[in-house]
């Protein structure tokens, strides 16, 4: 069955998870994509679901491969998949797979542990070469173009949570899966 026209078939979208790291000033975790030129190539954790993975365990697997963070609280999450196309040109793994773009659940995550639990090198494929603390708003100027309405979206989705004191959304009870 084809999707409704102007719907997004979402299979035709890699399934992804992506994790917005705030600590307790409100900041977010920003990463510099290692072997990528700039100045467009900070982004936030993110990486692809194993079938039958649920999508917050999925979630806390990437943000501690990618960053080495284990500690953290839950905060809240994106409703539905949000999704982004690779652009035309593009070349890589995923495109040779067939995959059109990413189809993405976000969840927003407070890190409460210190900033020397982050350890780039915690897993053997190394996302990033770089991290810091940015304002959220921030991240829409240095991440790559074609990831930009997505992470408009997200910011959208999370902004209340630069407010250290923002109470958190009800955690799920049941597991989510891809």
Not at 51 to 71: F, K, M, Y
Request: glycine letters at 10%; a negative charge; charged letters at 25%.
């Amino acid at each position: 069955m084809s999707p409704p026209t102007g719907a997004v078939d979402l299979q035709l979208y890699r399934p992804n998870v992506g994790v917005v790291l705030f600590n307790g000033q409100g900041r977010v975790w920003l990463g510099r994509r290692i072997n990528s030129p700039g100045p467009h190539n900070w982004q936030f954790p993110q990486g692809g679901v194993d079938r039958d993975e649920d999508l917050l365990q999925a979630a806390r697997r990437e943000l501690q491969e990618e960053t080495g963070v284990v500690s953290t609280a839950w905060l809240g999450r994106t409703q539905g998949w949000l999704t982004y196309d690779f652009p035309e040109g593009y070349h890589g793994a995923k495109i040779a797979r067939g995959w059109r773009g990413q189809k993405q659940v976000w969840f927003a995550l407070r890190f409460t542990g210190e900033d020397a639990e982050v350890n780039l090198t915690a897993h053997r494929h190394v996302e990033f070469d770089a991290w810091r603390w940015a304002g959220l708003d921030e991240a829409i100027e240095v991440v790559i173009p074609f990831k930009r309405a997505s992470y408009a979206q997200v910011i959208g989705a999370f902004r209340r949570f630069t407010d250290p004191d923002a109470p958190p959304d009800p955690e799920p009870t049941s597991p989510t899966f891809a």
